[in-house]
C-alpha cells in the first residue's frame, strides 16, 4: 500500500516536472525572443526550436512525457482561446472590404497550392495539410489549432509548426532587405506583410522598417487572416470527417449538425474575441491576457519539441518545407500584386 503511495507521488513530481521544463523553455523563449537577431523569430518559433534541440541533447525521462503531452495538448487548447483577446472584430470592419478580400484571396490560394505542391511531393496528407494551413493563416497557431481536426499526430504537429516557423523567419528578412526596391507606399507595404508572412512576430518585424502605419495595418490584416482560422478549421473538421466516414451518405453527413466537428477552444477563441471588441477590457488587460496565451502556446511548442526526434524531422520535414518554401514564393508574389490590384 505504502509503495503504491510513494509510485503515485513519484508519478505526480513526474507529471510536474514535465510542465516545469516546458515553462521553463517558454520563458527562455520570451527572454531570447526579445534580443534584437532573434525578435524576429519570436517566442513560439524559439520555443519549439529550443525543444527540439533539447530532445537531441538531453533525452526527456519517461515520466515527465505526461507533462509535457499535458502542455502541449491541454494547455494549448487554453491559450488559443485566450489568444481570442488580441482580436478585435471593430478594427477588421474599419480596415474595409478590400483588406478583408486581400485575406481571404490570399488564405484560398495559399491552402490549394500549398496543400497541392505537397501532394506532389508525396508529403503525407496529414502534414501536407498542417504546412498549408500554418503557411495560409497564422503559423504555428493554425498548426495547432487544425491538428486536432484531422487527428495529426505530434511528429506532423510539431515538423509542421517549426517549418511553418522557419520559413516565417526567413521570409521576414527577406522583406526587410527587399523593402526599399518594391516600390511601396508605407500603407501598401503593411497589407503585403500582413497579407502574406506567418507569425504575427514575423509581420511586425517586416513591416517595421516602414513605420507606424506600416505595422498597425500589417497587424490588422494579419489579426483578419487570423479570425479567418475559425472557419477553416470548421471547414477541414468537416471535410476530414466526411472523407473518413464511411457509414452515411454525402448528403447525412453534410445536413447533420451533429456530423459538424466544431472544435471548443475554437469557439472559446472567437468568443473571447468578440468579447474583447466589446470594449469592456481596456487595452493594457487585454495584453496582459495575449501575453499569458502566448506563454501557454509557447509551453505547448516546447511539448511539442520535446517530442519531436531529429531524425523524424529530416525524413518527414524536408518535402514539407519544400512545398512550404515553394508556396510562400508564390504567396509573396500574389499579395504583391494584390496591393497594386486594390490600388493600395
Known amino acids: 500500500m505504502e509503495q503504491s503511495i ?34 524576429i523569430m519570436g517566442q513560439l518559433v524559439l520555443a519549439i526550436l529550443i525543444g527540439m534541440g533539447w530532445k537531441a541533447i538531453v533525452e526527456v525521462p519517461k515520466g515527465m512525457i505526461a507533462g509535457t503531452n499535458f502542455s502541449s495538448k491541454k494547455l494549448l487548447r487554453l491559450g488559443i482561446i485566450l489568444l481570442g483577446m488580441r482580436l ?82 526567413i521570409f521576414t528578412l527577406i522583406y526587410t532587405v527587399l523593402y526599399p526596391i518594391l516600390g511601396l507606399s508605407a500603407y501598401g507595404y503593411g497589407i503585403f506583410s500582413g497579407g502574406t508572412l506567418h507569425e504575427i512576430a514575423h509581420v511586425i518585424a517586416a513591416a517595421n522598417p516602414s513605420g507606424k502605419e506600416a505595422v498597425d ?32 451518405s454525402v448528403n447525412e453527413n453534410w445536413n447533420s449538425w451533429k456530423s459538424i466537428p466544431v472544435p471548443w477552444f475554437i469557439i472559446g477563441f472567437l468568443a473571447m474575441s468578440a468579447l474583447n471588441s466589446t470594449g469592456i477590457f481596456s487595452a493594457n488587460f487585454a495584453e496582459k491576457v495575449v501575453l499569458i496565451a502566448y506563454m501557454l502556446i509557447a509551453m505547448a511548442m516546447a511539448g511539442l519539441g520535446l517530442n519531436v526526434d531529429i531524425k523524424t524531422f529530416r525524413r518527414l520535414g524536408l518535402k514539407s518545407f519544400g512545398a512550404g518554401f515553394i508556396g510562400s514564393i508564390l504567396l509573396s508574389i500574389l499579395g504583391y500584386l494584390l496591393v497594386y490590384a486594390f490600388h493600395f
Open 88 to 169: 478585435n472584430f471593430v478594427d477588421i470592419l474599419h480596415a474595409g472590404p478590400k483588406v478583408f478580400a486581400i485575406a481571404v484571396i490570399n488564405i484560398i490560394f495559399t491552402l490549394i497550392v500549398v496543400y497541392g505542391i505537397t501532394r506532389v511531393f508525396k508529403v503525407e496528407k496529414r502534414l501536407g495539410i498542417l504546412t498549408a494551413c500554418g503557411t495560409a493563416i497564422c503559423g504555428a497557431a493554425a498548426v495547432v489549432a487544425i491538428a486536432p481536426q484531422i487527428k495529426a499526430n505530434d511528429d506532423e504537429t510539431a515538423i509542421s509548426a517549426a517549418t511553418v516557423a522557419i520559413l516565417g523567419t
Open 6 to 39: 510513494v509510485k503515485e507521488k513519484q508519478k505526480r513530481y513526474s507529471f510536474i516536472l514535465g510542465i516545469g521544463l516546458t515553462l521553463f523553455i517558454a520563458i527562455l523563449a520570451k527572454y531570447l525572443g526579445d534580443l534584437p537577431l532573434l525578435s
Open 217 to 248: 495595418i500589417a497587424v490588422i490584416v494579419k489579426l483578419t487572416r487570423v479570425a479567418l482560422l475559425v472557419p477553416v478549421a470548421i471547414f477541414i473538421g468537416i471535410w476530414s470527417s466526411h472523407r473518413d466516414t464511411n457509414t452515411k
